[in-house]
Each structure stands twice: as structure tokens, then as C-alpha cells.
């Protein structure tokens, strides 16, 4: 059936019967495969965790792909998934993604052109230091007046992940920023006016983001993670890492 699925970065999404999860991040990677049923109840069939070496993903950069690699093939094997052919669902770290919340001039609505045309402006002014930029956008309403919510990447970045799951056989049927994906699977659609503030600890950062009932309002990653509190614990405790 057609990929329903949301996707920021990719053009074409790619038609297919089903699909896994799995997300990468700087200290794991974790699979999980689920299931619709008639009703539309998802259930949770399978999951599995591999642990990684602390330098092989720094800031969502592959900096020991080999280990990495290596990694998922033992993932595949302790949850005992052939992967060839398969369609994957994934996300860019925050770290990666900029966004920026630009007013729209009052007007009579915006044809899909009029808004492409508007973001690609915007791009060039905001002047993000991005290495080969691409982005996309949606747009939100604030009473009577209507934003533009621009999210800007590299293709690098893209490139990077689309490789990666291509070299164990499995393409990418969507791909996109983690908060978005995190708020999806734990927020219902907040009621008008009201706002929910979304607060993920990774290994190396932690991300916060703020959400209404149009979307993503703000989004702002910190250098400080689940590592430092893991330090922390160690120390005041005075115990090792596996205790804390």
C-alpha cells in the first residue's frame, strides 16, 4: 500500500507493505517492529538494543561507520530479522536539523508556489552555515496570522543514512527530525491555546521542544546529556557506571 508515513527529506516515498523502526543514536541502536491491527491498535511485536562504543555516532555523524555496521548485524541477529529488501523508518538527531518560525505577510491564502518560493527567500536571508542545504517546511496559525516553520539540513546528512541502511540491503521509506517523531508516538493533539513541551535526554544532549495544536513551535538542542548524569550519579554515589 502507499507509505503514509510522515517524511521531511525524502521527494519520493516509496510504496510498501510494511515497515520497521529503527533508531540510532550516539550510545545504541534500537529495532522495533510493529503491527496495525483492523481496528488500528498498534501493538509492539519485537524489540531489541545493541550498545555502542561511545566515539563510533558523535552528534548523529558516523564516526566509526565499521563498528556501527557491525553493531546492526548483531542487532539483526539477537532479534532474529533478515533485513534484505526491507523498508526502515528513522530520523535525523536534532542536532541536525535547524529551524526557524518566520510570519507570513497578511494575504489571501498562499498557493503551494507562492509558500515554496517564500521558503527558498527565507534560506538565503536566515544564511544558516549548512554544507549543501535542503528543507522543507509547513505552515502554522497564530490567531489571524500565519507562519512559515522551516526545517533546513544537509543532504550529507541524508545521504549518510540512506547509505548506511543501503549497504544491509534495506532502504529508507521515511526519515525525519526526532523530535517530531518522539511527539507523534507520546502527545495527543494538544486543545487551542494550549502548548505540551517535549524533553529527550540522548547519550550527548539533551533536546527540547515545544508543541501547539498546528505543529512544532520551537525546537533547541543542549550539550549536556544522559552521560553527564550518569557521571554525576557515579560521583555523588561513588559507584560505577553499570550501578548508576
Known amino acids: 500500500r502507499q507509505n503514509n508515513m510522515p517524511s521531511l527529506w525524502l521527494k519520493r516515498k ?12 550516539d ?4 529495532y522495533v517492529n510493529c503491527f496495525q491491527k483492523r481496528d ?22 558516523l564516526v566509526k561507520p565499521t563498528l556501527v555496521h557491525e553493531a546492526l548485524r548483531k542487532l539483526f541477529a539477537a532479534a532474529h530479522v533478515h533485513p534484505d529488501g526491507s523498508a526502515v523508518v528513522t530520523a535525523l538527531p536534532d542536532v541536525q536539523v ?9 494575504a489571501s491564502p498562499y498557493t503551494y508556489t507562492e509558500l515554496r518560493a517564500f521558503a527558498s527567500h527565507a534560506l538565503k536571508r536566515l544564511n544558516f552555515h549548512v554544507s549543501s542545504p535542503v528543507h522543507t517546511w509547513h505552515t502554522l496559525r497564530d490567531g489571524q496570522v500565519q507562519q512559515l516553520f522551516l526545517y533546513i539540513t544537509s543532504r550529507l546528512y541524508v ?51 515545544i508543541f501547539d495544536r498546528s505543529g512544532m513551535r ?3 538542542v543542549f550539550d549536556v546529556g544522559g552521560q553527564a548524569l550518569t557521571e554525576q550519579v557515579m560521583r555523588t554515589l561513588n559507584c560505577d557506571r553499570v550501578y548508576a
Open 14 to 25: 516509496p510504496i510498501i507493505e510494511h515497515a520497521f523502526g529503527i533508531d540510532v543514536s
Open 27 to 30: 550510545g545504541s541502536i534500537e
Open 40 to 61: 488500528g491498535t498498534v501493538i509492539i511485536m519485537e524489540t531489541a538494543r545493541i550498545e555502542l562504543p561511545h566515539d563510533a555516532i558523535v552528534e548523529g555523524q
Open 98 to 106: 535547524l529551524t526557524s518560525c518566520i510570519p507570513l505577510p497578511e
Open 159 to 209: 545521504k549518510q543514512w540512506k547509505d548506511f541502511f543501503k549497504e544491509h540491503r534495506m532502504h529508507v521509506a521515511a526519515l525525519e527530525m526526532e523530535s517530531l517523531a518522539l511527539a507523534r508516538s507520546l502527545i495527543h493533539r494538544p486543545l487551542h491555546g494550549e502548548f505540551v513541551g517535549v524533553i529527550d535526554y540522548g547519550f550527548h544532549q539533551t533536546n527540547v521542544s
Open 218 to 220: 520551537f525546537s533547541h
